[in-house]
Nanobody, 123 residues
Framework: QLVESGGGLVQPGGSLRVSCAAS????????IGWFRQAPGKGREGVSC????????WYTDSVKGRFTISRDNAENTVHLQMNSLKPEDTAVYYC??????????????????WGQGTQVTVSS
């Protein structure tokens, strides 16, 4: 089971860190992806990281602002979000891909999903 945390309300230009933890299993064999879904829109891939942490991917709209990282010892993956914009407002989900060594921005490739955490960027 994947559990997201760290969402909340932040002003434009602010920062938040959302985290993904596993309950009852370890994350170190899985590639982890972050996705988001804004009201009235489809789910969008935001970032992902391979099981080793050796490769990452970001969608163009967050490059230079978001950073994904993982701490396998803590069984956690983080998404640090800086310079947040109102258009980043969405429910953020983490997902696990059993392939591990590959990292994809397509939700089709992921096997397990968390319940999501709300991120709202507003003044």
């Amino acid at each position: 089971q994947l559990v997201e945390s760290g969402g909340g309300l932040v002003q434009p230009g602010g920062s938040l860190r959302v985290s993904c933890a596993a309950s009852g299993s370890t994350l170190d064999l899985y590639a982890i992806g972050w996705f988001r879904q804004a009201p009235g829109k489809g789910r969008e891939g935001v970032s992902c990281i391979t099981s080793s942490g050796g490769a990452t991917w970001y969608t163009d709209s967050v490059k230079g602002r978001f950073t994904i990282s993982r701490d396998n010892a803590e069984n956690t993956v983080h998404l640090q979000m800086n310079s947040l914009k109102p258009e980043d407002t969405a429910v953020y989900y983490c997902a696990a891909d059993l392939r591990g060594v590959y990292c994809s921005g397509s939700d089709y490739d992921y096997d397990y999903w968390g319940q999501g955490t709300q991120v709202t960027v507003s003044s």
